[in-house]
């Protein structure tokens, strides 16, 4: 992995997402190093190349602090573009220096993760007034987490990090996408109990959205594999109707266990 130190001159930037009034990227490639992960074809970067580097923008918090004191208050994404608790997070702990400038000010804080590094800085997340934890997970199957995304926290982390949020005053969520195409309906009614004893709120569901590169990309990495890759051949780069139905038995579920269920995008 190759690290490249670099300086910005911005730290947030106006966010279309919905929910979200800013996007707050402390570092710019991720060591997760998802298969099928959609930044490489937004920013133009070598998919090839994803996944081999990170750029750490040393001087975020510093450039933040400054922006903060003449910015309207707003929902500030971390992070909607790299992960921003991946394993670099250790070393530099952007983020977290981040998150002590957002405090300054009580900036309501929506933060994404695919990884349990977020739990060292429950201390200053349970501070803010208004802070979300939304989780990351495409699978329930750790076998094919791995196989896609083989740097990230594991399904169990991943669960553990809802678990541990479960009793403070954060809202909780998960974004349940891109979703795995070996995903069943059986597998769905334990994943939503879970959900509902964390104080799940609301989940996102969201297409596993074939761009650019990735399909080549998801089968290098699964060509060992012969039933996953029947079932990508089967339910995601042909046209079937494996997400509505999911879809569908996700609403239903919701509906049951009392969570807001949101299409993605």
């Known amino acids: 992995m190759k690290v490249n130190e670099i300086k910005c001159k911005t730290a947030l930037s106006k966010s279309k997402l919905p929910g979200l009034d800013y996007s707050l990227n402390p ?8 298969a099928y992960c959609y930044v490489p074809n937004v920013l133009r970067i070598n998919r090839e190349k994803w996944g081999t580097f990170v750029d750490v923008k040393t001087n975020i918090p510093n450039v933040l602090s400054k922006e903060i004191r003449n910015k309207e208050k707003g929902v500030v994404g ?12 250790k070393k ?5 220096f981040c998150l002590e400038q957002l405090l300054i000010y009580d900036f309501p804080v ?10 060292r800085d429950t201390d200053l997340i349970k501070k803010f ?33 809802l678990e541990s949020f479960s009793k403070k005053n954060t809202k909780k969520s998960v974004f349940f996408g891109p979703i795995y195409p070996t995903l069943k309906k059986d597998d769905l009614k334990e994943f939503f109990n879970k959900l509902s004893k964390y104080n799940v709120s609301e989940v996102l569901v969201d297409n596993f959205n074939i761009r650019s590169g990735m399909k080549q990309n998801i089968l290098e990495k699964i060509n ?4 996953f890759k029947s079932h990508f051949s089967k339910n995601i780069f042909r046209k079937t109707n494996f997400y509505e139905n999911i879809r569908q038995n996700i609403f239903e579920i919701g509906k049951s266990k009392n969570i807001k269920i949101t299409d993605a995008f």
Request: a neutral charge; hydrophobic letters at 25%; one cysteine or more.
């Open 78 to 89: 971390l992070s909607t573009v790299t992960d921003p608790y991946q394993s670099i997070e």
């Open 110 to 119: 929506c933060i994404q993760t695919k990884s349990d590094l977020i739990l």
């Open 27 to 34: 570092y710019r490639g991720c060591e997760h190093n998802c």
């Open 224 to 227: 060992s594999n012969e039933k």
């Open 92 to 96: 530099y702990k952007l983020t977290r």
């Open 129 to 161: 007034s208004n802070a979300e934890i939304m989780v990351s997970i495409g699978t329930l199957n750790d076998y094919e987490r791995k196989m896609l995304e083989p740097n990230s926290s594991s399904i169990e982390k991943r669960l553990k990090i």
